[in-house]
């Protein structure tokens, strides 16, 4: 069965949501109002100052808005002023792309390193090789598609070639790699002449986003309920997935979308802080600054049962599929600790990581379980594409939501 990629506004937030089914297995939020800075934006930076010690310099973007911009490893920055020694210094204007939001006392994070991201493939500036995903299993397709790439790799970029790529004619592939190149072309042109804190490129929305990089064998329908949202995505469906276009419906039924797939309901849980599994036991989800804490309890699963060993790696792997799921709905990111329930059996360990890998690898984000401390914590770091669902503000958007409702069920009580 397929996937439907739902569009639709929410108060002051553009929410697209992939459905399975009836079920919600990932959210993706944009501000209607955008700020300054976003998440794959591509900035004309003046660099304030380098700090040798952290190796890092800190780079205006817009006029009181800085970033950091790491110097380990840095390749040779778009720039107008190219230094003999090669280095980066204080006053020089540079093209930098945002790779991490700021988030409460952290700054932005921008890389020199710019990424123009299709549907097949990442051009990557400054790094001529290239690279595959690691979903992409079959050795001879990777081989195919290394020597498909390489042809068109070089002057000064590099190509990593991502899932969808696996299934794709060399046709399409060659037309987004010209398309790629074209906009390279462009923001090289414009990056040594523009001035400081030109905006060269805004991020994609990420409705845009969704499009893009959901897998077109599984994705069946794109529906909105807006008609500025329908004709933006047909817009960009035309020029750059026109294979995709007939899947982009207008729904127009009485019943509201929200309603028919139980929008609100699905949004509150997954918020929630505790989640029920069908065998009694249970899972809370803690995020923190630095990490999150997934914790296992039996709760009503041990009840009236034997506490074997068969019985509690049955729970953990039930656990462990849930857990592979929250981790993609709730965006998750960075480090992840989880303590499953404890297991005496080094083969019961075995088996429980050798599942929770497999659910993990259907995350189209990178996801690595990295190992089981010798706490018994498994550890699992998951890539940061955008802010997770409890940072979005959605606690205070689906209460206000309520009081709304709350709201018109008295003002119609009352004409009654």
Partial sequence: MGYKLLVTPYQDKIISALYDG??????????????????GGIYVGKVNNIVENINAAFVELAPGVTAYLSLSGAVQPITANVHADGKIHAGDELVVQVEREPVKSKLASVTCAINLTGKYAVLIHGKEEIGISSKIMDQETREKLREFFLQYAGQGYGFIIRTNAASACQEEMLEEIYSLQARYRKLYENGVHRTR??????SLPA??????????????????????????????LKEYQPKDRNKLKMYSDELPMKTLYSFEHRLREALQKKIWLKSGASLVVEPTEALTVIDVNTGKAVKGRGRGEEHFLKINLEAAKEIAFQIRLRNLSGIILVDFIDMEKEESDAVLLRALREYLASDPVKTTLVDMTPLHLVEITRKKVRRPLHEEGFERILENGKNECDASACAGGDRV
């Fill in 197 to 202: 804190f030109s905006v060269l490129e805004g």
């Fill in 22 to 39: 009836k079920r919600m297995v990932q959210v993706s939020v944009d501000e209607k109002q955008k700020s300054q800075i976003c998440l």
């Fill in 207 to 236: 409705y845009l986003c969704g499009l893009r990089d959901q897998y077109s064998n599984l994705l069946d329908e794109i529906i909105t309920d807006e008609v500025p949202l329908y004709q933006e995505m047909e817009a960009y």
